[in-house]
């Protein structure tokens, strides 16, 4: 790459934004432009494990949710009481939203699909450790080990949030161990279900991407 090709996409994207990947390079500024498109590579890649695992996870989680406030959960005032405010305030929107929007055939698909990543997080905190957890977490994630707990998938699911939020904001996630924060995905996925697990296992070509690093 010439040194005006460079200059030019450097002003387009921002010194500060290629600056992390120029010093990975040690100033090679071919080598800085590698790697930033090696990151997207990597942030492509893991989209369909990262939509895999949010996907499940929501899923399992609203089982308990499900089981004591009735398939429509989101509209049970005994449910909503229980949640944090600004929660509660999520959930009262998007049923107002998706109601206005889809009238009478909004079901709970619809909720579950348009909540936030956050909500489903935050029924994993203790603050629900008494009314959706008190018997522990085996019928959302029946794979996970014997020592698991409430605590230990909350800390996978900020872990996987926080992995999730790097991907979909263009955030530089080379140099931040993507391997091991794309086994946590894997680790979560397994959880609820093998064979899902053995699928995205299957599909994945992330660890290929991640291995395949640009070099001088």
Not at 60 to 80: E, M, Q
Not at 95 to 101: E, G, P, Y
Not at 164 to 179: G, L, S
């Amino acid at each position: 790459m010439v040194h005006t090709t460079y200059s030019a996409v450097e002003a387009v994207l921002s010194p500060a934004r290629l600056g992390r990947y120029l010093k990975a390079a040690n100033g090679d500024k071919h080598l800085a432009t590698r790697l930033y498109v090696w990151n997207s590579h990597i942030c492509q890649a893991l989209y369909l494990p990262l939509q895999t695992v949010e996907v499940a996870a929501r899923n399992a989680i609203v089982i308990p949710v499900r089981k004591r406030f009735g398939n429509s959960w989101f509209d049970n005032p005994k449910f909503h009481n229980l949640l944090a405010q600004h929660t509660r305030a999520e959930l009262l929107d998007t049923v107002r939203r998706q109601k206005a929007k889809r009238s009478h055939v909004t079901t709970e698909d619809h909720i579950i699909a348009s909540l936030t990543f956050g909500f489903w997080q935050h029924l994993m905190t203790s603050s629900y450790d008494k009314q959706l957890w008190a018997n522990g977490i085996r019928h959302s994630f029946p794979n996970a080990p014997a020592a698991a707990d409430r605590a230990h998938i909350f800390r996978l699911l900020d872990d996987v949030r926080l992995l999730r939020n790097d991907v979909m904001h263009h955030y530089a996630i080379f140099d931040h161990k993507p391997q091991a924060r794309y086994q946590t995905v894997l680790i979560l996925t397994n959880y609820v279900c093998a064979e899902t697990h053995w699928l995205m296992t299957e599909l994945s070509q992330v660890s290929q991407v991640i291995n395949d690093r640009p070099v001088v």
